[in-house]
């Protein structure tokens, strides 16, 4: 296994590229292809220990390979450490891949190295995975939405960087299809006691070429909702969390400036 230098450099020595990679629940069959281009092209990946045997038995032979795992009260590495090494393989490699099980951005800590990436000027994109609660639900045929059940679905952790359990505070809201209803998904979160400055973001034809984000506050909610120009589908989000939207729209327009 080859030996890489943490040590900080300048921003000018960074050649490298960081993809955020969703390897899903454990079935190989289950990778995107996408994520299975991204793994092929990889010159070094930095790997989870939830990542199956089958998926790291697919791990092309000549990228270097590194766990670096975390399992509830077993760390190989500190997030922090994790992090440095992302910036030290970009300096050093092209396409650096960080494979997570299931998915990056739900309970995967990809928002953190997401963030400190970019603050390092790190090029990053991320490849979405087959979250957990979606994948399993499926292989044990528990539909996680029917409508005669139910119509919300809040994911939630049963572990927090304190170590011990506590109710959901201030979650993410996700609603499908609610652009026609967004006035009246405004007025309900603020009875229900949100503020009208929580974040929020609509994104429509998500993951494809036309792909429109719009991000503001809740109280906006019903004017993004009429000025939405894309045709297709959107989803709207609500919660502290779609303040990055706002600011990776930030990021790109500094980006085509420069």
């Not at 450490?81 to 995967?108: E, T, W």
């Amino acid at each position: 296994m080859k030996n890489i230098d943490t040590k900080q450099q300048n921003n000018t020595t960074i050649k490298g590229k960081v993809l955020l990679v969703g390897a899903g629940p454990g079935d190989p069959e289950l990778l995107t292809l996408k994520a299975m281009r991204a793994i092929n092209e990889a010159d070094i990946i930095l790997y989870d220990s939830l990542i199956s045997d089958e998926i790291l038995a697919m791990m092309p032979q000549k990228s270097t390979k590194i766990c670096v795992g975390k399992r509830c009260g077993a760390h190989k590495m500190s997030q922090i450490d994790i992090q440095k090494l992302l910036i030290a393989s970009a300096q050093k490699y092209k396409h650096v891949v960080r494979l997570k099980g299931g998915d990056p951005f739900i309970f995967g800590r990809g928002g953190e190295e997401l963030e400190y990436l970019q603050a390092h000027g790190i090029d990053v994109d991320v490849i979405p995975g087959i979250t957990a609660a979606a994948g399993c639900a499926a292989a044990a045929k528990i539909p996680l939405t029917h409508r005669q059940y139910g119509n919300a679905l809040m994911l939630d952790s049963g572990h927090t960087q304190f170590g011990d359990f506590e109710p959901s505070q201030n979650p993410t809201r996700v609603f499908y299809m609610g652009l026609k209803q967004a006035g009246l998904i405004t007025a309900r979160l603020l009875s229900d006691g949100l503020h009208e400055s929580t974040p929020v973001a609509l994104i429509a034809n998500g993951t494809l070429p036309n792909q429109e984000v719009h991000s503001g506050l809740l109280i906006d909610l019903p004017i993004l909702a009429e000025r939405y120009s894309a045709s297709g589908p959107a989803l709207i989000i609500v919660g502290e969390v779609a303040s990055f939207a706002a600011q990776n729209q930030t990021q790109m327009i500094r980006q085509a400036v420069a």
